[in-house]
């Protein structure tokens, strides 16, 4: 944007009002102006209006999207976006452009707010070098005026000039093709009236250098002091109580630009310096940005966290978990939303999110990082406190399973362990190996641990976990110990295990994790099918497991594996985790698609002890843009049997639930 500031004018440090009185003869001052009668019956302007009135409008008194019909922004003195000259039909105020043969409303879809429409020189028009061009007429009282001029131009590139007041204030200023390019002149108004003429007295016989003209905006110049830095601060002010309200980011902002100007509104400073201070004040007061308050689940619909962000954890898990709170230092009980972060795209790291509702998040961070490169695997702070004693042969497997560029990261899910006092993190990692590029080539398991489940989460390694007995049928005999989609679930007795797809995402398998919840409670090798491990399944192809538990039965529900596309769900029972599960079919009702409602299950967990609600959490990826993928809420239903139904609904909540 090319902005020219012509001519600024500000009279020393007093008041405008007083200065320009004397100037126009206002007030019984002496009229020097020698000029006809009728001309001392013209008020002054702020003797009609006052400062404190004009600051929300930014003293606007006319803003012209001219040729256009529905306006973006007002100013003062007018009820249209644009109107051939006459009166206002609001404010009686006369205002408007000069009709001319060959002006040609033309609206421009390219082209946003006033850009989105102008005025063009008819083809075929004969050209007057001087005399051809926008006129337009601004009732207005005596005073100083900014008038901003803006084109927006689709053509080749062309100059145009700008008269106010007769005079010539804006010379062959060039305007390019769909560039905004403004010109702004402070002008002074003596006569009742300003007047703008839009042209190019260079144009000849070219109709390539005809002018165009998107709008005029007509500002009041007020005094830039002190005392209407205090009116701003006044203005503006946010009281204690409501400062809550606001986004932290956005609030720390407008408090940064408060401290500043209360600082300059106290001391000495130029008028160039409160202007920029009123007005970087006013923008701060107009970005705070409310914190959303959601008190159901819009199913399917943008969520965003106490910040205003997207929340990001996508194939995540939400549970109850025993956290330190930052103030008290007390242990209490949140709920903990971990998911993949997916604010870049396919790769990222884990996210948390806190909540004491399930309504409201907010984020903790990444509580797993991902990394740029090796080198600064060893440089970074952040990492060197995680790994400064991994060996090189580790530090190279961090890399291989972490890294922003090959690294797949799915799936987080996370365990408190007790005994340890430690928050584990188990996730599906993957990417290319020293034979595939895939990125599904490790096809493993990948471990992280952390004091706070805020992270930082220390990866530890990525394992292959275990594999098919000899005596049963292998469906992928040539990759061993795969793991994939996953889940975490702890029995009653405080046992966990992970639920993962296998050979190949043929088969589901749940394994047994040691007291610490950091590996299998047997290594691969000396494992006991039944005792160590399970196979569920084998060639049924499921993915993405929820694994809960209720009323003394145990549900597995599951996906089928059709990458980012949603696909039919099917959920299983069993009597003990590693007993016997029994297909149950697909708990939606009324799923005509058989999507899933449009979506893959990740986890299931109870969110109402009280009433006994479950809670299914399924992911609407979008894979055009995994960013913006969604996240499908609904709660479980059961009859007598135990049997499980997942009904949709666009929106709900708990409460409403509870007979
Ligand atoms: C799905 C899987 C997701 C992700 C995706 C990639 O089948 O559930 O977690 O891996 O494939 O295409």
């Known amino acids: 944007m090319l902005t020219m500031l012509l001519a600024m004018c500000l009279a020393g440090c007093g008041r405008q009002e007083d200065t320009q009185k004397a100037v126009d003869g206002q007030d ?7 000029g006809p009668a009728e001309e001392k019956e013209i008020p002054f302007f702020w003797d009609i209006h006052t400062t404190q009135e004009l600051i929300p409008g930014d003293f606007l008194v006319y803003h012209v999207d001219c040729a256009g019909t529905e306006a973006d922004q007002l100013g003062l003195y007018q009820s249209s976006a644009d109107q051939e000259y006459g009166a206002d039909k609001a404010t009686g105020k006369m205002w408007g452009y000069q009709p001319r043969d060959y002006m040609e409303a033309v609206a421009d879809a390219s082209g946003e707010g006033a850009m989105s429409s102008r005025w063009e020189i008819r083809e075929g028009t004969e050209y007057d070098g001087e005399e051809t061009g926008f006129y337009y007429d601004f009732e207005l009282p005596s005073g100083e005026y900014e008038v901003t001029v803006g084109f927006y131009n689709p053509f080749s590139a062309r100059t145009v000039c700008v008269d106010l007041e007769g005079s010539c204030e804006v010379d062959a200023l060039k305007i390019l093709k769909y560039k905004l390019t403004e010109a702004v002149a402070t002008t002074r108004v003596t006569d009742g009236s300003l007047q703008v003429k839009v042209y190019n007295p260079d144009r000849g016989t070219d109709a390539m250098k005809d002018p165009v003209l998107s709008y005029i905006t007509i500002r009041a110049v007020p005094v830039y002091d002190s005392v209407l830095l205090q009116q701003y601060l006044e203005q503006m002010e946010v009281p204690p109580e409501e400062a809550g309200i606001y986004t932290a980011s956005t609030c720390q902002i407008y408090q940064e630009k408060r401290k500043e100007a209360l600082k300059l509104a106290e001391g000495e400073g130029k008028p160039e310096e409160y202007r920029k201070a009123c007005e970087e004040l006013k923008e701060a007061y107009e970005e705070l940005e409310e914190i959303k308050v959601y008190t159901t689940f819009q199913v399917g619909k943008r969520w965003t966290d106490d910040e205003g962000n997207l929340i990001q954890a996508h194939g995540g898990q939400v ?13 209490v009980e949140k709920w903990w939303w971990v998911g993949e972060d997916k604010s870049a795209g396919y790769r990222g790291g884990i996210r948390a999110y806190s909540s004491d509702d399930l309504y409201n998040w907010h984020s903790e961070g990444i509580v797993m990082r991902n990394v740029d490169s090796r080198e600064q695997l060893e440089k970074e702070a ?3 406190e995680l790994y400064g004693d991994y060996t090189e042969e580790q530090l190279d497997n961090v890399y291989a399973s972490l890294s922003s560029q090959t690294a797949v990261i799915e799936r987080p899910k996370m365990l408190y362990n007790e005994k340890t006092d430690m928050y584990v993190i188990w996730f599906h990692a993957d990417g290319p190996t020293a034979y595939s590029d895939s990125n599904y080539a490790a096809a493993s398991a990948g471990v992280a641990v952390s004091k706070n489940p805020n992270g930082p989460f220390r990866f530890i390694d990525r394992y292959r976990l275990n594999t098919c007995p000899e005596d049963q049928e292998d469906f992928y005999p040539q990759s061993k110990g795969m793991a994939r989609d996953m889940n975490l679930f702890v029995d009653e007795d405080g046992t966990a295990y992970i639920i993962y797809s296998s050979e190949e995402n043929l088969t589901l398998y749940i394994s047994k994790l040691n007291e610490e919840y950091t590996y299998l409670a047997t290594d691969p090798e000396k494992a006991v099918y039944g005792e160590d491990f399970i196979r569920l399944f084998p060639g049924a192809q499921r993915e993405a497991p929820a694994l809960f538990f209720r009323d003394g039965s145990y549900y597995l529900l599951t996906s089928g594996c059709t990458g980012w596309a949603p696909n039919q769900a099917r959920y299983y029972r069993a009597e003990s985790v590693l007993g016997d599960w029994v297909n149950c079919g697909d708990p939606c009702v009324g799923d005509d698609k058989r999507t899933t409602f449009d979506s893959q299950s990740t986890c299931v967990f109870l969110a109402d002890e009280e009433n006994g609600t479950y809670l299914y959490m399924g992911d609407r990826w979008n894979s055009e843009d995994l960013t913006n993928s969604r996240y499908i809420w609904l709660p479980v239903e ?16 708990l409460e409403a639930l509870t007979p």
């Open 28 to 34: 019984g001052a002496k009229d020097l102006s020698g």
């Open 319 to 331: 549970q109850k978990l025993p956290v330190r709170d930052k103030s008290t230092g007390e242990m």
């Open 382 to 384: 952040y990492f060197q």
């Open 638 to 653: 059961f009859d007598e049997e135990g049997a499980m139904y997942l009904r949709y609904q666009e929106e709900w909540s």
